[in-house]
């Protein structure tokens, strides 16, 4: 019986419009099912629907994949994350909620490939010596919907297969200086850092690789348009540069960069709303090995569909794997947070943002911040 009126379900959402996300099919497919997990357990012929509508949702979109894998495998691994999502999303108590995406019959490997290694140097423990008008903040502040200066936070991009998070949050934290200097829309160029800065193309960097980079020329990086990324996001042979934009007019000012002090969430919120958009390094969780923290903290971030991302006890100073940016913060339902901007396109995440548990260093969210701009 219970087979049965699945069937129907099946053929009535043959007719779904194409519009419909992998997880909305699911959760539409499922919607009066008790018991989910066990339904999908016996169920193949369900799992490999989904996973049908799920590589037609994909068939258009850039491949990360990276090796030739038998197709029962990926049906294997896209299975697991199926229930896992499903599983998370039932707990009332989590405060996230997850979904289905690209990355959904990946690898171990192919996830952490778009995971790289982010350098830092010591922690910065001095105490931040604050002007008197940096003390009042308002409670939420959002760069992405403001007036003040607009522009200052341009479109998502993607990184593609390439371990190149550095590069974009580094853009990311600098696009606020363009935006406030030329009154439009940035977008700057990533590739220019991958390909002509000291860090290390696909195998990550440091934020101090491509800074100084920037000022070494004067102050200067190509915008996107002039030295745009490569279509797999790959590192070009060689440094293509040939047109760079300013981004000090001024000669009173220069590009510089504080690293701002360590698990300091309270400083990090001023800096936020009076400076600009903040550059941190980010445990994202590991696949490969066995921490089984580590693999947990990866489902749950690679898989982040929308509210205050918050897993309990992710390590705060090592495996800092990730560089994002923060461009506001909040509170929701009770709970403080960052918003972030991710680099993983404009479908990842909540339209390619997340929001994260503010003031618990979550993943070390605090523990290396930069700011960068004119002073
Ligand atoms: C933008 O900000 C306004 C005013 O604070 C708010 O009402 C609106 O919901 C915000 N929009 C988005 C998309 O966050
Ligand atoms: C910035 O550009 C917008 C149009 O995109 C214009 O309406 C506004 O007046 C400009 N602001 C300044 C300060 O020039
Ligand atoms: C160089 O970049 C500037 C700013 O984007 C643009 O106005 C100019 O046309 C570009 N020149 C060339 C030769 O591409
Ligand atoms: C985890 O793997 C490492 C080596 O890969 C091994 O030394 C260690 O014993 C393993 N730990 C557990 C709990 O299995």
Known sequence: ???????????????????????EYVDKLLVNTNNKIATIESN?????????????????????????????????????NLKYVIEHNENPSTTFKLKLNEMSDWTDNERDQLRTNIQNGPVNTKEPVESRDEVIVPDEFD?????????????????RHCGSCYAFAMVGALEKTYAELYNQSGPLSPQELIDCSDANGCEGGSFEDTFNYVQRNGDKISLEKDYPSTSDGKQNEKCLRTNQTTLSLNPKYRLQYEQLQTENEDHMKKVL????????????????????????????????AS???????????????????IVGYGTENGVEFWKVKNSWGATWGDHGYLKIKRNDNMCGIATWPYYTGLF
């Open 1 to 23: 019986m219970e087979y049965l009126r699945h069937l129907l379900i099946l053929c009535l959402l043959g007719y779904v419009s194409s519009s419909v996300t992998v997880q």
């Open 44 to 80: 193949p012929e369900l799992v490999n629907r989904i996973y049908h509508y799920f590589k037609e949702q994909y068939s258009q979109e850039h491949s990360n994949k990276l090796v030739d894998f038998k197709r029962s495998k990926r049906v294997e691994i896209f299975k697991s």
């Open 143 to 159: 760069w992405t919907n403001q007036t003040r200066v607009p522009y200052a936070v341009t479109p998502v991009k993607n990184q």
């Open 273 to 304: 709303y009076h400076r600009g958009p903040i550059y941190f390094s980010f445990n994202c969780g590991k696949r490969e090995g066995n921490d089984t923290m580590l693999r947990d903290v990866s489902n749950k971030f690679d898989h982040y």
């Open 307 to 325: 509210g205050v991302f918050d897993v309990p006890g992710c390590p705060t100073h090592r495996n800092m794997n990730h560089a994002l940016v």
